[in-house]
């Protein structure tokens, strides 16, 4: 049990920490968006996604959403 109880608390510590990623990455944060980006194009505690990756990526080039 201790076990299970301690893999959610991870996977909570991880949504949140991916929730803080993209509102700093909304809010035009460059280096956040690359980053949510490389996560979307490896499907790093995110589903993979490549047009999320891209979009992502385009933003953080272009400064903006």
């Given at each position: ?22 509102a ?5 944060d ?10 979307y ?25």
């Amino acid at each position: 049990m201790v076990l299970v109880a301690a893999t959610a608390d991870v996977g909570t510590a991880q949504q949140e920490s991916i929730d803080e990623l993209r509102a700093k990455a909304e809010a035009g944060d460059a280096d956040a968006q690359f980053d949510l980006g490389v996560l979307y194009s490896n499907g790093d505690d995110v589903p993979q996604d490549d047009a999320e990756a891209v979009r992502w990526f385009g933003a953080g080039r272009r400064g903006d959403l």
